[in-house]
């Protein structure tokens, strides 16, 4: 059965692993977030068949559709496990749907401190163990072309979708429990630390070659708030897994951190542990490697939005961002997920004029 198989083929292209390290690398590598995805007709083909968190719960058609941007571009450098970070919530016994043109929707958000005890932290990881089959299917078929990432929303992000029901552009309930219940909400970032941790040890257990955690509502937090209530937790998974993988007796794998919106506190980002730090397109390459120093590597950071330009100006910006960059320690990403409408050959041209760049 190719889900406990874990005798995998072996690795043809390790420039992401390499960058992650520091390690000297022939060409910049490049992937792109959400690049297993809504912009790409064949997912869509796929998605006319089948739910969202069916795709996501079916290791066949995850690792599926996974392959299908490695197929369509043959620069990409990683691969990034077709799944959604509110599986946790889910395996947490919360009901999470996925609505078309709306995005995720949770029927039934937290709406008092009480209902926290109502989450079902026993288990949660063994009611995830999909993710994990769909990870070593894909490893296999993926046959070593290029690595392969597993990734999970931050405790403060999942919070923020489990207190909201589903996306928020003003985060008010959150920051409302912020202000009112401290300590309760330091108890269910706790819960969804433990949780996490678990999770992407399983990840790893199962093939996951790099590890990358998104804080994608960090914009919501002042540096003060970020300090307080994300980065103790931040902490808490990369040195977890670290140990946890030790104990294990299995390989550490690099870490990448993404929080969008965390220009703010690049400084404190650097000092948590992670090989990788995310930048959004806000960032300015130069400034975030005089803060962060030449010790960690930088992944980033085009505005998704300069994929819908002329060809010619893709190739210039894509260009003129990798030698802002430069060559060590550093990873060519988007600064966030890349859209539904984008132009498939933008996607062509970005990972094209990356390589170009020696």
């Known amino acids: ?40 007709p064949e997912f869509q083909a796929v998605r006319a068949q089948h739910d969202f968190f069916t795709v996501c719960r079916t290791p066949e058609l995850a690792c599926e559709v996974t392959l299908q941007p490695l197929r369509r571009y043959e620069h990409l450098d990683a691969s990034i496990i077709f799944s959604d970070i509110l599986v946790i919530p889910q395996a947490l016994g919360m009901t999470v749907e996925m609505h078309p ?32 089959d769909a990870i070593t299917l894909t490893r296999h078929k993926i046959e070593g072309k290029v690595p392969l990432i597993g990734f999970t929303g931050a405790p403060f992000t999942l919070m923020g979708y489990m ?100 220009g703010h506190s690049l400084d404190i980002q650097a000092e948590m542990g992670y090989e990788t730090i995310g930048l959004d397109w806000t960032v300015d390459p130069v400034e975030a490697r005089k803060i962060v120093g030449n010790n960690i590597t930088l992944q980033g950071n085009l505005d998704p939005q300069d994929l819908y330009k002329t060809p010619e100006e893709i190739k210039k910006l894509t260009i ?28 062509t041209v970005f990972t094209e004029s990356v390589h170009e760049v020696v």
């Open 1 to 40: 059965m190719e889900y406990t198989n874990k005798n995998f083929p072996p690795l043809k292209n390790d420039r992401l692993l390499k960058a992650a390290c520091g390690i000297e690398v022939d060409k910049v590598p490049v992937w792109v977030m959400r690049q297993a995805g809504r912009y790409l």
């Open 101 to 132: 043109g709306v995005g995720p929707v949770f029927p039934e958000p937290l709406k008092d401190i009480s209902e926290i005890d109502n989450l079902k932290e026993d288990g949660a990881v063994s009611r995830l163990t999909y993710v994990g």
């Open 163 to 262: 207190i909201e029901g589903g996306g928020s552009k003003t985060m008010s309930k959150t920051k409302d429990w912020l202000e009112k219940y401290p300590k309760d909400v330091h108890r269910l970032l706790s819960l969804l630390t433990r949780v996490i941790i678990d999770y992407l040890v399983m990840q790893v257990e199962s093939g996951a070659q790099l590890l990358q955690v998104f804080e994608s509502s960090a914009d919501h937090l002042s540096r003060e708030q970020f300090i307080e209530f994300s980065v103790p937790y931040l902490k808490d998974i990369r040195n977890g897994i670290k140990a946890k993988l030790e104990e294990k007796q299995l390989d550490q794998v690099p870490m990448t951190i993404f929080a969008k919106g965390g």
């Open 320 to 347: 003129d961002m990798v030698q802002k960059f430069g060559k060590h320690r550093y990873i060519a990403n988007l600064g966030h997920g890349i859209t539904p409408q984008t132009p498939l050959e933008s996607m």
